[in-house]
């Protein structure tokens, strides 16, 4: 089991419920990196005293240096920072739940570095999928799925003899707050609609992500990468009461779930005490009250999102990498009240088509197509 971590992303959503995760286990925190909430950060870096902090945004890491001047903790900065806490030797495992592609260098950092990685950022896999997993294999060390729908699938893949005794994995989605509606009722969506999320608290770009079902099209592209299947065997179905983490299917047809109430705390603590059990503050699921459970066909039309990455997991190459550079510009774009709804699904579609067919075979690859991908949503907006 793990004694000691990093945290990359600390106080966001992910990281924040993280740590009370390692305040249960009782574990060691050897680095605590985030992107300029250097306000938590100091609260994180007074509780759990990390050696080592990282701060991405160059002025916010000035800032904390002075605020923690009192302590004996490094302050670095940058995405070199990044990478250092993602790399030091004392760390048994670094879990990343940095949002966005800024995740990607620091997660090769930390498997060159023979750390294991629990996993929570999901672009890392989506864009650099190929890179990561190689890289993986050639430093012996594991990726451990902390997303609730991959984390269950994980859960349920434990005994399995042998990849070749499955046949399908089926990932749940919520349906996000805009399940049943069609196009034209999404016509004007705000943001602050869209930031209402019936089921789980996550932060704003995960959240946007969920209600354009961007977030369930990145999740099926990073399943295919943990879990060595192709898309063509990964299936998605709506679920509302978000019990049914994911379900995988067997040869013989037989079905395993993972349920239980939604909590990250259970699929984080999972990948840092994997392969055993601990004890967690995580309510009982009373299947009695949950009742009806309900499941339906997703709406590829109206969710062009998880159309568009459905094509970009079957195409490969850098098309997924393109894919979630459009979503991130054109995700923020919305948050800014500067494109509508619908529009996200739009540029993504197309960022996707105008990709060329090309393998992700270096990092430069792939961080070229996400600017490419980027600069075209800036291009076709004119913001
Ligand atoms: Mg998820």
């Known amino acids: 089991m793990v004694r000691s971590l990093s945290i990359l992303g600390s106080t966001g959503s992910i990281g924040t419920q993280a740590l009370e995760v390692v305040r249960n286990l009782g574990l060691n925190v050897e680095a605590l990196a985030a992107y300029r909430n250097i306000t938590r950060l100091e609260e994180q870096i007074r509780e759990f005293r990390p050696k080592t902090v990282a701060v991405f945004e160059e002025k916010a890491a000035a ?5 923690v001047s009192d302590l004996s903790v490094r302050v670095l900065s940058g995405m070199e920072g990044l990478c250092e ?4 030797p004392a760390a048994d495992v670094v879990l990343n739940s940095v949002v966005g592609m800024v995740g ?8 060159q570095a023979q750390k294991n990685v629990a996993l929570a950022n999901k672009e890392t896999l989506v864009a650099g999928g190929a890179l990561v997993m190689e890289a993986a294999r050639k430093n012996g060390v594991k990726i451990l799925p902390v997303d609730s729908e991959h984390s269950a699938i994980f859960q349920c893949l434990q005994g399995c003899p042998d990849n070749k005794a499955l046949s399908r994995l089926i990932l749940t989605a919520s349906g996000g707050p805009f399940f049943g509606k069609t ?7 705000t943001p602050e609609q869209a930031l209402k999320h019936p089921n ?9 992500d969920s209600a354009t079902m961007m977030n369930k099209g990145l999740e099926l592209i990073e399943a295919s990468w943990l879990f060595g299947m192709p898309a063509s065997r990964i299936d998605v179905v709506v679920h509302r009461e978000s019990i049914v983490h994911s379900l995988i299917e067997y040869v013989d047809h037989s079905i395993i779930a993972q349920i239980g109430l939604p909590d990250m705390r259970i ?5 840092l005490t994997w392969p055993q059990r ?3 503050p ?6 009695a009250k949950a009742g009806t459970l309900s499941f339906y066909e997703p709406d590829y039309e109206t969710f062009v999102c998880l159309r568009a990455c459905k094509t970009a997991m079957e195409r490969g190459g850098l098309a997924p990498a393109a894919a979630n550079g459009a979503n991130e510009v054109a995700v923020s774009l919305f948050l800014q009240n500067k494109i509508p709804f619908l529009e996200i699904g739009s540029l993504v579609l197309e960022a996707v088509q105008r990709q060329p067919d090309a393998p992700a075979a270096s990092l430069k690859d792939v961080l070229d197509a996400d600017r490419a991908a980027r600069e075209f949503v800036h291009y076709k907006t004119g913001i």
Do not use: F, H, N
């Not at 699929?267 to 990948?271: D, G, R, T």
């Open 63 to 67: 800032d904390l240096k002075t605020a």
């Open 85 to 88: 806490a993602a790399s030091l």
């Open 104 to 111: 990607l260098r620091p997660t090769l950092a930390a498997i």
């Open 183 to 189: 196009k034209e009722e999404l016509r004007k969506v």
């Open 200 to 208: 789980w608290d996550m932060g704003a770009k995960v959240t946007i």
């Open 267 to 271: 699929p984080i603590q999972y990948a």
């Open 278 to 280: 601990c004890t967690s």
């Open 282 to 287: 995580v309510g009982q699921l009373d299947l």
